[in-house]
């Protein structure tokens, strides 16, 4: 039974009712998430025409609206429709040959095994994000690595003067010997 069938189905009681909202709302955000990393967050919305993106953004307030009225049969009803209003921007963008998130990304392990993954901006974090990665993964836009760049003045200074530069870990290991055949620590 979907959203549809319950809005029609007035002898369901208000617990099942509320059961069955909580079910579609989780349905709706699936759906949501899928538009995000298809599209972009945000970014449906202004690939359509105003008229219908305000539509959109009124059904979305619709479903807010009921959603906090605490009424089930009013929130299923608005569910339904937000869901239709996601696949009716999807059918329209695509309609108009509107490019779809492609992320373009570069990955590497940090020390601890954690993959890191560079992409250009926000859109494309949020779809390698919700890309469902089972990894340890952590997700920098670009803005944010030169940001991170920036805090290393001597960083960017070997950069600029010595081409061909790598960073490497620098480790700092006590030879055995020291230990061994050292002072002794005076306390």
């Given at each position: ?42 970014r449906?919305p ?14 979305h307030?619709?479903?807010?609206r ?9 929130s299923l ?8 209003a ?7 963008a ?19 095994g954690?993959?890191?993954?560079i ?27 030169a ?10 200074e ?7 530069a790598t960073?490497?870990?620098?480790k ?16």
């Open positions: 039974m979907n959203a549809t069938d319950t809005i029609t189905d007035r002898s369901a009681s208000k617990e099942e009712l509320t059961k069955r909202s909580i079910f579609e709302l989780n349905r709706l955000d699936a759906l949501a998430r899928d538009m995000e990393r298809k599209w972009g967050v945000g449906l202004l690939l359509v025409a105003d008229d219908l993106s305000g539509r959109f953004f009124s059904q307030r619709k479903t807010s009921a959603l906090r009225s605490g009424d089930p049969q009013d009803e608005q569910i339904a429709r937000m869901m239709n996601w696949r009716r921007l999807d059918a329209e695509e309609r108009l040959g509107a490019k779809t998130i492609s992320p373009v990304s570069i990955e590497t392990n940090l020390s601890d954690t993959v890191m993954v992409v250009r901006d926000r859109d494309e974090a949020a779809a390698v994000l919700n890309g469902g990665d089972s990894r340890q993964v952590r997700v920098f836009m670009a803005s944010e690595v940001r991170l760049i920036e805090c290393v003045p001597g960083l960017i070997t950069k600029r003067t010595r081409s061909g960073i490497k870990l620098a700092f290991e006590m030879p055995d010997y020291f230990w061994e055949y050292g002072d002794e620590i005076p306390f």
